[in-house]
């Protein structure tokens, strides 16, 4: 056995560690740079916002309602009052007013239409306008001829169908469409005495299809129940009709209703006059494959399966 001559190496010298010496003041300033930065990104963030929030302000005094409600996407189909089959296109390029009515609830269904009729008066020179009234029953429950009945009954234009259209269907998908897609409350909904209710809102479709205002916009049945029992306390105490706030108030000049219709009419001019509206990619994007997208994506995984398999076979293959 060979024997290593171990003489000619040399033992390396030992390095010696020694902790880093730090700068306090480079450590220092650069902490004071990291902060100096961060308060003036603070107050850039702080100052921009609040130019947003003061810029938004001054749109919504001027009437531009919220756009938190959603899209009217689903392509559903309704009967109307003239026996023709309506799907939601029909919202397309228009500014509609929609809201449900009942025959079981003539009372609040006339307050709904008389207010509609108001508005139809207040932008009558304007042809985007449109009324949209939902039947509450099924068509099994109340048919259409009855329900074409009823609404004469209230005073809708049935004969007006360019800008009225009373709208009834069977689907079992209605009551979801109604509540979900349209915002428009829950029909078949009771009160506390546990009688059926009638969905008491009035919603705004842009014409891009987009619903506008607030989640509980605008409810004229209960305004009206607020209105009474205001004047009923005001009928207990005489004395308050002293304030000038109060005159108003029995008046109609600041009545609950009154301040809500004319929000709603301001939303309505916002839309119409200070929004531009781009219809026809709306109608090419209803129109469209909407499942285009989804369907690429499931033939691009089976593919890569597809592919994935025969390559692992091929080198199985090989192996053998």
């Given at each position: 056995m060979k024997k290593v001559d171990?003489?000619?190496?040399?033992?390396?010298?030992?390095?010696?560690?020694?902790?880093?010496v730090r700068n306090p003041v480079a450590i220092r300033n650069t902490v004071l740079i990291l902060v100096a930065l961060m308060l003036v990104g603070g107050i850039l963030i702080f100052w921009k916002y609040r130019e947003k929030m003061a810029r938004d302000y001054e749109e919504v005094k001027k009437g531009r309602p919220a756009q938190s409600l959603g899209i009217v996407t689903n392509n559903f189909q309704m009967k109307g009052v003239d026996d023709e089959i309506h799907d939601f296109t029909f919202l397309e390029g228009k500014m509609t007013l929609m809201s449900v009515i009942s025959v079981n609830f003539p009372e609040e269904s006339q307050v709904i239409v008389d207010e509609m009729k108001l508005a139809a008066e207040k932008f009558k020179d304007e042809e985007?306008?449109?009324?949209?009234?939902?039947?509450?029953?099924?068509?099994?429950?109340?048919?259409?001829?009855?329900?074409?009945?009823?609404?004469?009954?209230?005073?809708?234009?049935v004969e007006q169908t360019e800008q009225w259209l009373v709208l009834t269907a069977n689907h079992e998908g209605r009551l979801g469409f109604i509540k979900d897609r349209l915002k428009l409350g829950i029909v078949g909904s009771k009160d506390k005495e546990g009688n059926l209710a009638l969905p008491d809102l009035m919603k705004l479709v842009d014409p891009t299809m987009k619903l506008r205002g607030e989640v509980n916009d605008f409810a004229f049945n209960y305004y009206r129940s607020e209105d009474e029992r205001v004047l009923k306390h005001i009928g207990e105490n005489p004395e308050l009709l002293e304030k000038e706030d109060v005159k108003e108030i029995v008046s109609g000049e600041k009545s609950l209703v009154t301040r809500k219709r004319d929000w709603m009419y301001k939303n309505i001019n916002y839309i119409l006059n200070l929004e531009q509206a781009n219809v026809e990619a709306i109608k090419k994007a209803n129109r469209s494959n909407r499942y285009e997208l989804p369907l690429y994506i499931a033939g691009g995984f089976v593919l890569f399966i597809i592919i994935a398999g025969y390559r692992l076979k091929v080198k199985r293959a090989k192996k053998k």
């Open positions: 171990q003489s000619n190496k040399q033992s390396e010298p030992a390095v010696a560690y020694e902790p880093a985007r306008m449109q009324f949209i009234c939902i039947s509450a029953e099924a068509e099994a429950d109340v048919p259409v001829e009855k329900l074409r009945e009823f609404a004469i009954k209230i005073g809708i234009p």
